[in-house]
């Protein structure tokens, strides 16, 4: 056990070393699946079924054609159905017209949570309030997911 406790943390360790390096699969849970988007500048990982993170390299810039990728990779990593996404703000400088249109008018998605720290995360954020499914702004990660977890539909499993 503190052998594979230590082979966890070393993951973790190549992680913040080597971004890239993938998510650290849990004991006793399967591996999250992951998928680049954007030419390599975002990451989506699917957390469970019909629940996406979308994470962005630092300083990026959000075109349409960055916005219309991960939205086709979106639904290729969750089998083509209905999903929530958790959106990490934190590396986003800006979100131009047409990803915002992109992102907004998506009816796959049910809901958004925009995950952020600062005013301007905020500011960018309220840019794609005008949207076909929900959206919220949230500071607090748990507290994300759990809004998220009751936008999931009924077939997946719900987030406690």
Known sequence: MAWELRRIDDRLIEQAVRPGAGPVPMPGRA??????????????????????????????????????????????????????????????????AGARAAYGSETMVLAAAMLGATPVDRVIAASVQQSVHAVRFFTDEAAALAWLGSHLPDASPRLQ
């Open 31 to 96: 591996p999250m699946r992951t998928a680049p988007a954007a030419g390599g500048r975002a990451t989506l990982t699917l957390l469970r079924p019909a629940l996406l993170r979308l994470s962005w390299v630092p300083d990026t810039e959000v075109q349409a054609a960055d916005a219309r990728d991960v939205l086709r990779q979106s639904l290729e990593l969750v089998g083509h159905v209905p999903y929530t996404v958790l959106v990490d703000m934190h590396h986003i400088t800006i979100i131009n």
